[in-house]
């Protein structure tokens, strides 16, 4: 779709915002520069379904997957949704995308790779995407941190801090214990 003589590549993502009724739309900039988007959308166009695989950690595999595959290489998706997740996944159909966003105050980084199965039975890496969003580009429904909750919990850290260190004694001689009669 071209938007303000742009031309992105649209993903949409149900069930990763709190509200069932929230969809996360991910625009990809085609021409590699800098200008994604992330937005919030009421209702997503019709679009190809995508399985989606959610990353939380980063690890050698992730960044083999974010960083090592190409557009345009074949790779089997699967080998990696197998080692992200323990049980056993079932095939998707069509497409797969990998997606890692990190929130930090200034931005949203981004990480996106999806596959597309072609008939032969190969799966195609077919997008890539990794991009720091600045705030101008996000438009999501935020709800605002309580300044008297964020109050209350620094009070908290005040309050367990010295907690912990009143109780580190009797902790220690309970690990020394418990290791103890693990040996035996």
């Excluded at 994604?36 to 009421?42: F, G, K, P, R």
């Excluded at 699967?78 to 931005?107: G, N």
């Excluded at 999501?140 to 300044?147: F, I, N, P």
Aim: glycine fraction near 4%.
């Amino acid at each position: 779709k071209v938007i303000d003589e742009v031309r992105y590549t649209r993903y949409h993502f149900q069930g990763l915002l709190h509200d069932a009724q929230r969809t996360l739309e991910i625009r990809l900039a085609e021409d590699g520069y800098e200008r994604s988007h992330v937005i919030e959308v009421a209702r997503p166009e019709e679009g190809r379904p995508a399985w989606l695989v959610s990353i939380e950690d980063w690890n050698d595999d992730t960044h083999q997957l974010f960083f090592e595959t190409e557009k345009g290489d074949f790779v089997d998706p699967l080998v990696f949704a197998s080692k992200a997740f323990p049980e056993p996944i079932p095939t998707p159909q069509a497409r797969v995308a990998f997606l890692r966003m990190q929130v930090v105050p200034a931005d949203i980084s981004v990480h996106l790779v999806v596959f597309e199965a072609l008939p032969s039975g190969q799966w195609l890496v077919v997008d890539k995407a990794w991009e720091n969003i600045e705030p101008e580009r996000i438009d999501l429904d935020w709800d605002e941190r309580s300044y008297p909750g964020w109050i209350a919990s620094a009070f908290a850290y005040g309050l367990t801090v010295p907690l912990d260190i009143v109780t580190s004694p009797f902790q220690l001689i309970g690990l020394i214990v418990y290791a103890g009669a693990a040996w035996q």
